[in-house]
Nanobody, 115 residues
Framework: QVQLVESGGGLVRAGGSLRLSCAASGSGFSINTMSWHRQTPGKQRELVALITGGGFIKYADAVRGRFTISRDNAKNTVYLQMNSLKPEDTAVYYC?????????WGQGTQVTVSL
């Protein structure tokens, strides 16, 4: 069983920064891929960034160069540093990891970027 708890969302002006955190419980954190996704009303949830246990990183085109994903295996935590935020980054951000065929999601954290 894995539990994911996101934090760090909030309201920020365009051009500002936020850092999201996702704390994971359960075993096997260091060897598993962790990812951040986001969703706005009426749209499908989309991948923002992922980091594998071996350190491979992938970003969505929309955030590459502005967002940075990282992980601290000693703290079982994955981070998403978001810089140069834009209004179109407004969404609920979710943390995700898989264990075999089962996928785990956090409760989500709201990020709102104003003009």
């Amino acid at each position: 069983q894995v539990q994911l708890v996101e934090s760090g969302g909030g309201l920020v002006r365009a051009g500002g920064s936020l850092r999201l955190s996702c704390a994971a419980s359960g075993s096997g954190f260091s060897i598993n891929t962790m990812s951040w996704h986001r969703q706005t009303p009426g749209k499908q949830r989309e991948l923002v960034a992922l980091i594998t246990g071996g350190g491979f990183i992938k970003y969505a085109d929309a955030v590459r160069g502005r967002f940075t994903i990282s992980r601290d295996n000693a703290k079982n935590t994955v981070y998403l540093q978001m810089n140069s935020l834009k209004p179109e980054d407004t969404a609920v951000y979710y943390c995700n990891t898989d264990r075999g065929v089962r996928s785990y999601w956090g409760q989500g954290t709201q990020v709102t970027v104003s003009l």
